[in-house]
């Protein structure tokens, strides 16, 4: 299983950026894909999930109305996509994948598998 992120890069704030994550080394699909972050110092934090059958989103608080999380079934690939960058948005991003099955209250919880994260820096 290999879950590959990128997209990565510095912007200023109020920038936008379209991080890329593909999925490979699995036979069946994935139920729920996933972005994390983490900046230095702090946890790893979730920040947006989507679920494979009816492409349902579930966002952190700190990033709704400025990312959008979507993805694409054939290409087994999932995109994030951020507006309105803040400094505070700084932090490695993993994309991460699950496949069980998860109702939207558990979308936010670890997942069994991450990949290579891809840096985000935000100037301010």
């Known amino acids: 299983v290999q879950l590959q992120a990128s997209g990565g890069g510095l912007v200023q704030a109020g920038g936008s950026l379209r991080l890329s994550c593909a999925a490979s080394?699995?036979?069946?699909?994935?139920?729920?894909m996933a972005w994390f972050r983490q900046a230095p110092g702090k946890e790893r934090e979730f920040v947006a999930a989507?679920?494979?059958?009816?492409?349902?989103?579930k966002y952190a608080d700190s990033v709704k109305s400025r990312f959008t999380i979507s993805r694409d079934t054939a290409k087994n690939m999932i995109y994030l996509q951020m507006n309105s960058l803040k400094p505070d948005d700084t932090a490695v991003y993993y994309c991460?994948?699950?496949?069980?099955?998860?109702?939207?209250?558990?979308?936010?919880?670890?997942?069994?598998?991450y990949g290579r994260g891809t840096q985000v820096t935000v100037s301010s």
């Open positions: 989507i679920r494979w059958s009816d492409s349902h989103p």
């Open positions: 991460a994948a699950d496949s069980s099955a998860r109702i939207v209250g558990t979308m936010s919880r670890p997942y069994p598998y």
């Open positions: 080394g699995r036979t069946f699909s994935w139920s729920t």
